[in-house]
């Protein structure tokens, strides 16, 4: 699973350079929440 999120973001981000950072964000985010409602 981790070898597929790193091609699928590898991939996104060269062919989209622009949603690098909003990618980045939301996984920021997505992570964040699994703290603070001690999911993960």
């Known amino acids: 699973a981790m070898e597929t999120g790193v091609f699928i973001w590898t ?8 949603l690098g950072s909003l990618l ?6 997505a992570w964040l929440w699994t703290i603070d409602t001690e999911k993960g």
Do not use: R
């Open 11 to 18: 991939w996104l981000v060269s062919a989209a350079p622009q």
């Open 24 to 29: 980045l964000g939301e996984i920021v985010d």
